[in-house]
C-alpha cells in the first residue's frame, strides 16, 4: 500500500518551532516532487512548501517565506517541514503530499491539483 504518514505536530505556543516528518512507503519518490499543504477549517488548502525530485528547487507560499524550510532525503524515502517562529495563523492541519506523475521534472510554483497522492494530515496549533 502505498502511503505518506505526517508526524510531529501538536500543541506549541507563538515563537516555538517545529519539524514535521512525512515518511513514505509502499513505493520509492526519489523522482518526484513533493510538498507540504496546510488547510485551516473553512478555507482553501494552500501549498506552503515544495521540493523537487532532487531538492535542487524549491517553492513556498509568500506567507511562510523565511520561516519554513522544505527538505528531504530519498535514501529514507522521507521529506520534513521545519517551522520557525511559529504564529497563531500557522495553526492548521498540515498535510504531506506528492506529485506521482512528474519525474525528474524542476518545479517553479505548485498548487494543489498537483498533488494527487495526500497523508492524513498532522494538526498544528499555535497558541498566542
Known amino acids: 500500500q502505498v502511503q505518506l504518514v505526517e508526524s510531529g505536530g501538536g500543541l506549541v505556543q507563538a515563537g516555538d518551532s517545529l519539524i514535521l516528518s512525512c515518511a513514505a512507503s509502499?513505493?520509492?519518490?526519489?523522482?518526484?516532487?513533493m510538498g507540504w499543504i496546510r488547510q485551516v477549517p473553512g478555507k482553501e488548502r494552500e501549498v506552503v512548501a515544495a521540493?523537487?525530485?532532487?531538492?535542487?528547487?524549491?517553492y513556498y507560499a509568500d506567507s511562510v517565506k523565511g520561516r519554513f524550510s522544505i527538505f528531504r532525503d530519498n535514501a529514507k524515502n522521507a521529506v520534513w517541514l521545519q517551522i520557525n517562529n511559529l504564529k497563531p495563523e500557522d495553526t492548521a492541519t498540515y498535510f504531506c503530499?506528492?506529485?506521482?506523475?512528474?519525474?525528474?521534472?524542476?518545479?517553479?510554483?505548485?498548487?494543489?491539483?498537483?498533488?494527487?497522492?495526500w497523508g492524513q494530515g498532522t494538526q498544528v496549533t499555535v497558541s498566542s
Open positions: 509502499g513505493r520509492t519518490f526519489s523522482s518526484n516532487p
Open positions: 521540493i523537487s525530485w532532487n531538492g535542487r528547487d524549491t
Open positions: 503530499a506528492a506529485n506521482t506523475y512528474w519525474s525528474k521534472r524542476s518545479i517553479t510554483i505548485m498548487t494543489t491539483p498537483d498533488f494527487d497522492l
